[in-house]
């Protein structure tokens, strides 16, 4: 699927995935929501699959990073300079701070993890309302989002990060 270039296609794509996330979600009778995850060893190389043991975590983990896209802009926008992730993580080591991630909600409830996801969607949506979409997906166009656009980073912390959460449960379905 081709990425979002304005600020119409973003929206659309993430609320688009958002949705399909909540009926793939809501397909899934009560015990099975909140069951551990049955993959197998060998299902894919990539942490995540090893980290993640149930839909909860899946959920938490698309909150954190909700959370750190809306601490990034919030700040950068009223001129407190900081880098997407934070210290001491940067994009080879991202992975500890998911990890970090997981271990702080180990008690958060399934149903306090949806809440806070849904709350947080909001909050990324009213967000990205506010800019244009030169603003959203013009290289250069705020010197603190990088060689990247603002657009990607939305597009990163949705669409694409409600894909992941769907492959992950869509597994889990098939395990049931």
């Known amino acids: 699927m ?4 304005t600020k119409q296609e973003l929206i659309a794509k993430s609320v688009e995935r958002f949705h399909c996330l909540w009926s793939l979600i809501d397909s899934i009778d009560d015990k099975n929501q909140n069951a551990n995850f049955n993959f197998s060893e ?25 959370q750190l896209l809306l601490i990034w802009v919030n700040d950068n926008q009223s001129g407190k300079e900081r880098p997407f992730l934070p210290a001491p993580y940067n994009w080879k080591t991202y992975g500890d701070m998911n ?15 949806k809440e806070m996801l849904k709350e947080s969607h909001d ?5 990205v309302g506010n800019f244009s979409d030169k603003d959203l997906f013009l290289k250069g166009r705020m010197s603190w989002v990088g060689s990247s656009t603002l657009g990607q980073y939305f597009t990163s912390v949705t669409a694409s990060h409600y894909d992941w959460a769907i492959k992950k449960i ?6 049931l």
């Open 170 to 175: 869509k597994m889990h379905i098939k395990t």
């Open 42 to 66: 060998n299902i894919g190389k990539e942490a995540h699959w090893k980290r993640d043991k149930n839909i909860r975590d899946v959920l938490t983990h698309l909150f954190e990073w909700h």
């Open 99 to 113: 990890s970090k991630f997981w271990e702080k909600h180990q008690h958060t409830s399934f149903d306090s993890s």
């Open 123 to 127: 909050k990324v949506a009213s967000l």
């Open 2 to 5: 081709p990425r979002p270039t």
